[in-house]
């Protein structure tokens, strides 16, 4: 029987759920799975996971409307770290519905998947480097 390292819960695997297990990576290098269950929320709902940074863990969900990201209080998506700008990036729809992250000029800039971009769409699975702040990317539905 497997436990979590972080709090010493039993992990049981139960055969008769759909889950997708997303492997997590803190700053120490030890893995981490956090169980997303398929159609847990909103369907029209993409999720943005924290894969590693001080918010390890923590679930941003993205829906129709435009989404502020920075160190600002006020911001959608409140990163706490001098790494992050106060107006950092947004994340937007296109015309066709997909997301795209657009970086706001921030000083260390807004990488996906390890490049530096202005602008890009975004594919299920992708990793957003925002300062310390690496998130994953997960479509809620193919579109």
């Known amino acids: 029987m497997n436990f979590c390292s972080s709090c010493g819960a039993s992990q049981v695997r139960d055969s008769t759920q759909d889950t997708l297990s997303v492997p997590l990576v803190d700053d120490e290098s030890t893995t981490?799975?956090?169980?997303?269950?398929?159609?847990?929320?909103?369907?029209?709902?993409?999720?943005?996971?924290?894969?590693?940074?001080?918010?390890?863990?923590?679930?941003?969900?993205?829906?129709?409307?435009?989404?502020?990201?920075g160190r600002l209080v006020s911001s959608d998506i409140f990163l706490d770290d001098v790494t992050v700008s106060r107006s950092h990036a947004r994340f937007v729809r296109t015309d066709s519905g997909r997301l795209?992250?657009?970086?706001?000029?921030?000083?260390?800039?807004?990488?996906?998947?390890?490049?530096?971009?202005d602008e890009k769409i975004l594919d299920s699975g992708d990793e957003i480097?925002?300062?310390?702040?690496?998130?994953i990317y997960l479509a809620a539905r193919d579109r």
């Open 32 to 69: 981490l799975e956090t169980p997303i269950t398929p159609g847990e929320g909103s369907p029209d709902v993409d999720v943005l996971l924290v894969n590693s940074g001080p918010s390890i863990g923590a679930r941003f969900e993205v829906g129709s409307s435009d989404v502020a990201v």
């Open 100 to 117: 795209a992250v657009q970086d706001a000029g921030s000083l260390n800039g807004t990488y996906v998947n390890h490049v530096r971009v």
């Open 129 to 135: 480097q925002i300062g310390k702040f690496k998130l």
